[in-house]
Nanobody, 117 residues
Framework: QVQLVESGGDLVQPGGSLRLSCVAS????????MGWYRQAPGKQRDLVAT???????NYADSVKGRFTISRDNAKNTVYLQMNNLKPEDTAVYYC???????????WGQGTQVTVSS
């Protein structure tokens, strides 16, 4: 069982920056893949970025060059640095953890990001 708690969502103007944090209840070194997903009203939940236990990263095309995912194993925390935010980035952002040994996905409760002037 893995519990995930996100924080850092806020209202920000276009062009601004935010950093989201996701703290896991388990040692994230043992978690195969951690990631961030987002869901806008009336839309499906989409991948934003992932990072493996080995540090390999993957990004959605829409955020490449603007967002950076990172992990601090000592703090059991994954971050999403978001720069040059756009109104279309507005969504609830969810942290995800996937364990291959049980093929199980865990989700946080989500944090709201609103980009508006």
């Amino acid at each position: 069982q893995v519990q995930l708690v996100e924080s850092g969502g806020d209202l920000v103007q276009p062009g601004g920056s935010l950093r989201l944090s996701c703290v896991a209840s388990n040692n994230i070194f043992s978690i195969d893949v951690m990631g961030w997903y987002r869901q806008a009203p009336g839309k499906q939940r989409d991948l934003v970025a992932t990072i493996t236990s080995g540090g390999s990263t993957n990004y959605a095309d829409s955020v490449k060059g603007r967002f950076t995912i990172s992990r601090d194993n000592a703090k059991n925390t994954v971050y999403l640095q978001m720069n040059n935010l756009k109104p279309e980035d507005t969504a609830v952002y969810y942290c995800n953890a996937w364990l291959s040994i049980t093929n199980t996905n865990y989700w946080g409760q989500g944090t709201q990001v609103t980009v508006s002037s």
